[in-house]
């Protein structure tokens, strides 16, 4: 799905691995974001068996918040989420993309951001401290030990805490 259009495809796995494509960016790039103005563009419009809302958001990296007065233009699918508050998001403009295959489109505009989701940090951070509801279940694995050390198993754990996190 476009998400500055909502036009979407649909891309079968015979013509996926006929002609498959390397993604830009992995979900380990996200950027946090702050939300300040949600203006929607479009009514509510289903894709695909999911609700999404054209709209022109005005965002800050949470990084950059306080240091400069950066805001940033953004056109998003995520208008009916989005209210201020915390989204995460591609950030295309310090992005380091070497891709030929983006070279070949002369003209494209790339935008400065791309958001991918709400974030409902507040909401985690009053549920700090409590347990999750869920237990995950796990199969038996055999542990491999070549990459042996504390800084192996903290990385470990915290692939693990973060996909727990995306699981709610």
Same mark, same amino acid.
């Given at each position: 799905m476009?998400?500055? @259009?909502?036009r979407h495809c649909f891309l079968d796995a015979d013509q996926y691995w006929? /002609?498959?494509?390397?993604? =830009?960016?992995?979900s380990r790039q996200l950027v946090e974001h702050i939300v300040l103005d949600v203006e929607p563009?479009?009514?509510?419009t289903v894709v695909g068996g999911s609700?999404? @809302?054209?709209?022109?958001?005005?965002?800050a990296r949470v990084s950059d918040f306080g240091?400069?007065? @950066?805001?940033?233009?953004?056109? @998003?699918? =995520?208008?009916?989420?989005?209210s201020s508050g915390d989204a995460l998001g591609y950030d295309l403009y310090a992005a380091n993309s070497n891709d030929i295959e983006l070279d070949k489109y002369k003209g494209l505009v790339v935008p400065d951001v791309v958001l991918i989701k709400k974030t409902y940090e507040e909401k985690r951070q009053k549920k700090r401290?409590?347990?999750? /509801?869920?237990?995950?279940?796990?199969?038996?694995?055999?542990?491999?030990?070549? /990459?042996k050390g504390r800084d192996h198993e903290e990385n470990m754990n915290s692939e693990y805490e973060q996909?727990?996190?995306?699981?709610?």
């Amino acid at each position: 799905m476009d998400p500055f @259009t909502l036009r979407h495809c649909f891309l079968d796995a015979d013509q996926y691995w006929r /002609a498959s494509f390397k993604s =830009l960016l992995s979900s380990r790039q996200l950027v946090e974001h702050i939300v300040l103005d949600v203006e929607p563009v479009s009514s509510e419009t289903v894709v695909g068996g999911s609700r999404y @809302t054209l709209a022109d958001a005005q965002v800050a990296r949470v990084s950059d918040f306080g240091k400069n007065d @950066t805001i940033l233009s953004v056109r @998003t699918h =995520l208008g009916h989420l989005l209210s201020s508050g915390d989204a995460l998001g591609y950030d295309l403009y310090a992005a380091n993309s070497n891709d030929i295959e983006l070279d070949k489109y002369k003209g494209l505009v790339v935008p400065d951001v791309v958001l991918i989701k709400k974030t409902y940090e507040e909401k985690r951070q009053k549920k700090r401290g409590k347990p999750r /509801a869920w237990k995950l279940k796990s199969l038996d694995i055999e542990v491999d030990n070549s /990459a042996k050390g504390r800084d192996h198993e903290e990385n470990m754990n915290s692939e693990y805490e973060q996909f727990l996190r995306d699981l709610e």
